[in-house]
């Protein structure tokens, strides 16, 4: 329920009730719950402690384009619409590429690190391929889901630092092919010496990025705009 408050004008000597509602959100919060009316052009001393509360929760809203992106009607089919193309079919798509991606590097880094060492490495090069795909599956995927529920990744400091290890991890991932596989000059035992430190940080890099988007559905501040 909207209530009006009364607003002080420095330059004149009458009071005026001008409502103005602001938005805000805090932890535990519901969306419906919060919503509330501030004063437009208050005097700061005039504010109570409850009302200086509220002044700084509003300040802390998430930017307003991650509204613009969640009202538009494709964010919106993609998070509500009951088509079996909407939002879980692309999240099964992007566990498809999470295994082509991951997968194949596992193998790739598990060979390295000794283990089936009768299979030969060179042949290995051909992964290469299936992983750029499960890749390119990923990131396209990972895209229209963000452009879901935008303010739910956008606002939580662990979706970066998921960005973050898969940048590093995709990164290792080319140094293992130009400094192992694609140097024709390596006999197996110089590709494994040379392969195993990239190895293990591949391996580390991705187990961290696959448990921090785990933890995005259990860490987020907001699910979707609060208002």
């Given at each position: 329920?909207?209530?009006?408050?009364?607003?002080?004008?420095?330059?004149?000597?009458?009071?005026?009730?001008?409502?103005?509602?602001?938005?805000?959100?805090?932890?535990?919060?519901?969306?419906?719950a919060a919503c509330t009316t501030l004063p437009c052009k208050a005097d700061p001393r005039s504010l109570n402690t409850k009302n200086r509360s509220i002044v700084f929760a509003a300040m802390a809203l998430p930017p307003v384009f991650l509204r613009s992106i969640e009202a538009s009607s494709f964010s919106t089919w993609l998070r509500e619409s009951d088509s079996p193309f909407a939002?879980?079919?692309?999240?099964?798509?992007?566990?498809?590429?999470?295994?082509?991606?991951?997968?194949g590097n596992a193998v790739m880094d598990l060979r390295l690190l000794g283990v089936e060492r009768s299979i030969p490495l060179a042949p290995l090069k051909r992964i290469f391929p299936i992983m750029w795909a499960g890749f390119a599956i990923n990131a396209a995927s990972g895209l229209l889901l963000l452009i879901a529920y935008p303010t739910k990744a956008l606002t939580n400091?662990?979706?970066?630092?998921?960005?973050?290890?898969?940048?590093?991890?995709?990164?290792?991932?080319?140094k293992l092919k130009s400094r192992v596989f694609d140097d024709s000059s390596l006999d197996e035992a110089a590709m494994v010496a040379r392969g195993r430190p990239l190895a293990k940080w591949s391996l580390v890099l991705w187990i961290a990025a696959i448990t921090a988007g785990r933890l995005l559905a259990y860490t987020y501040k907001y699910i979707t705009y609060p208002c």
């Open positions: 329920m909207e209530t009006s408050r009364d607003f002080f004008d420095p330059n004149s000597r009458t009071t005026e009730r001008r409502p103005n509602r602001r938005c805000y959100a805090s932890e535990g919060s519901s969306a419906s939002f879980y079919f692309i999240l099964l798509f992007h566990t498809f590429g999470l295994a082509l991606l991951v997968g400091p662990l979706f970066y630092t998921k960005l973050l290890l898969i940048a590093f991890a995709v990164w290792v991932m080319t």
